[in-house]
């Protein structure tokens, strides 16, 4: 039996169409050639130049096309130079986040050899962990409630037991998953300040309680500011790492950093009901419509579209696309001779793209 699924398509603003239209063809090719999934594709305008042009940012219709769809792509929404008028950045993609309660942001942080990254690696040596970024909470559910007076200013962090029972849960079954798979050694790390914070001492009491859910993983703890220090100096030593809203912002830049930039750093946010998968990076403005931005990390985020689709689904065969697809990226990276510039290559989109596409056509 075929099923079909409807994805939303949030192409936004700078670089989003560009890196949009190859990432689209790739998962038309890959679908065509399976009996078991089918994929439609349905665009939801939104962003910056939307919202310049009348006055919306994310119209209700766009809104209602994530909600019915069975999962949504975005490739990057906000321009520095289109603001609110209390001059803060059009982020819909916050909004999304909230409306559709997508409280568990998932970074996979991976390095394979041949892979560019500012860090010393052995021979043969790779880096995967996940950092799971709790995403409707923590310090950004201040955003736009921040209390300033000329010699103060006052944003409050919120920590629920309810969103944190459901994070840390989300973390051991995607702790557990990539046991499974083989990818990881089952074990939950939890960054927090439990140290200094109550807030964080109540968070870390909560991981501990959902832990004991769990007794065949391992769980652990670390400080914020040792786990930045760990991710550059050791971080094969992590799997999967949880973490509040403000410091999961940082640590997967820090991540994205490690694997060689925002170019082949992927993401998704993922709730009970919906997903929304998109490159960790902006819109890119700087390089907008030169045809040389980096498709990688939104070809990957569709791969971790197909992964949750197919997992949801029970359709081995969208999995199994997903990770040929993954496979696909690291072989052209590892390759090296199809990159873009962000990479040190002199490929463009297109040509990226392509190359991403003709290693899953050559292997079937
Ligand atoms: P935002 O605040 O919207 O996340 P940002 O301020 O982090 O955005 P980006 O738009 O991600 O900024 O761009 C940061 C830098 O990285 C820019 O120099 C940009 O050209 C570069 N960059 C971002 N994405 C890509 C990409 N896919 N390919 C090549 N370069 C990129």
Same mark, same amino acid.
């Given at each position: 039996?075929?099923?079909?699924?409807?994805?939303?398509?949030?192409?936004?603003?700078?670089?989003?169409?560009?890196?949009?239209? $190859?990432?689209?063809?790739?998962?038309?090719?890959?679908?065509?050639? &399976? &009996?078991?999934?089918?994929?439609?594709?349905?665009?939801?305008?939104?962003?910056?130049?939307?919202?310049?042009? *009348?006055?919306?940012?994310?119209?209700?219709?766009?809104?209602? *096309?994530?909600?019915?769809?069975? @999962?949504?792509?975005?490739?990057?929404?906000?321009? $520095?130079?289109?603001?609110?008028?209390?001059? *803060?950045?059009?982020? $819909?993609?916050?909004? %999304?986040?909230?409306?559709?309660?997508?409280?568990?942001?998932?970074?996979?942080?991976?390095?394979?050899?041949?892979?560019?990254?500012?860090?010393?690696?052995?021979?043969?040596?790779?880096?995967?962990?996940?950092?799971?970024?709790?995403?409707?909470?923590?310090?950004?559910? /201040?955003?736009?409630?921040?209390?300033? *007076?000329?010699?103060?200013?006052?944003?409050?962090?919120?920590?629920?037991?309810?969103?944190?029972?459901?994070?840390?849960?989300?973390?051991?079954?995607?702790?557990?998953?990539?046991?499974?798979?083989?990818?990881?050694?089952?074990?939950?790390?939890?960054?927090?300040?439990?140290?200094?914070?109550?807030?964080? @001492?109540?968070?870390?009491?909560?991981?501990?309680?959902?832990?004991?859910?769990?007794?065949?993983?391992?769980?652990?703890?670390?400080?914020?500011?040792?786990?930045?220090?760990?991710?550059?100096?050791?971080?094969?030593?992590?799997?999967?790492?949880?973490?509040?809203?403000?410091?999961?912002?940082?640590?997967?830049?820090?991540?994205?950093?490690? #694997?060689?930039?925002?170019?082949?750093? $992927?993401?998704?946010?993922?709730?009970?009901?919906?997903?929304?998968?998109?490159?960790?990076?902006?819109?890119?403005?700087?390089?907008?419509?030169?045809?040389?931005?980096?498709?990688?990390?939104?070809?990957?985020?569709? @791969?971790?579209?197909?992964?949750?689709?197919?997992?949801?689904?029970?359709?081995?065969? #969208?999995? /199994?696309?997903?990770?040929?697809?993954?496979? @696909?990226?690291?072989?052209?990276?590892?390759?090296?001779?199809?990159?873009?510039?962000?990479?040190?290559?002199?490929?463009?989109?297109?040509?990226?793209?392509?190359?991403? %596409?003709?290693?899953?056509?050559?292997?079937?």
């Amino acid at each position: 039996m075929v099923q079909s699924f409807e994805i939303a398509v949030f192409e936004g603003d700078g670089i989003g169409p560009e890196i949009t239209a $190859p990432t689209l063809r790739i998962l038309e090719a890959m679908a065509k050639s &399976q &009996q078991d999934y089918q994929l439609a594709f349905t665009q939801a305008p939104a962003g910056a130049a939307l919202y310049a042009e *009348t006055g919306e940012s994310l119209p209700s219709a766009s809104m209602e *096309t994530a909600r019915r769809a069975d @999962a949504i792509l975005l490739a990057a929404l906000g321009l $520095p130079s289109v603001r609110y008028k209390d001059g *803060t950045e059009i982020s $819909p993609q916050l909004d %999304l986040r909230i409306e559709l309660d997508l409280f568990a942001g998932v970074r996979p942080v991976r390095v394979v050899p041949g892979q560019p990254t500012p860090l010393k690696l052995a021979d043969g040596q790779t880096i995967d962990f996940v950092l799971i970024r709790e995403s409707t909470e923590g310090l950004f559910h /201040s955003k736009g409630k921040g209390e300033v *007076t000329r010699d103060e200013a006052r944003e409050t962090l919120l920590i629920t037991r309810k969103t944190s029972e459901k994070l840390f849960r989300f973390a051991f079954d995607y702790a557990q998953q990539r046991k499974q798979s083989g990818a990881g050694k089952g074990r939950v790390t939890c960054v927090d300040k439990a140290n200094v914070f109550r807030a964080f @001492a109540f968070f870390r009491e909560i991981f501990d309680g959902v832990a004991k859910e769990y007794s065949h993983l391992t769980a652990d703890h670390a400080y914020v500011d040792a786990t930045a220090l760990w991710m550059v100096e050791k971080p094969w030593l992590f799997d999967v790492m949880v973490t509040e809203n403000m410091f999961g912002d940082i640590l997967s830049d820090l991540g994205a950093g490690i #694997m060689g930039g925002l170019g082949l750093a $992927p993401s998704a946010d993922i709730g009970h009901d919906h997903a929304v998968f998109q490159p960790c990076h902006g819109s890119a403005p700087d390089i907008a419509g030169k045809g040389v931005a980096n498709p990688f990390a939104m070809i990957l985020s569709a @791969a971790m579209m197909l992964d949750w689709l197919g997992t949801k689904h029970k359709i081995e065969t #969208m999995v /199994s696309d997903g990770a040929r697809l993954r496979d @696909a990226v690291y072989q052209v990276v590892a390759d090296g001779r199809m990159l873009t510039r962000d990479l040190g290559g002199n490929s463009g989109t297109q040509a990226a793209a392509d190359a991403v %596409l003709e290693q899953i056509t050559a292997k079937g």
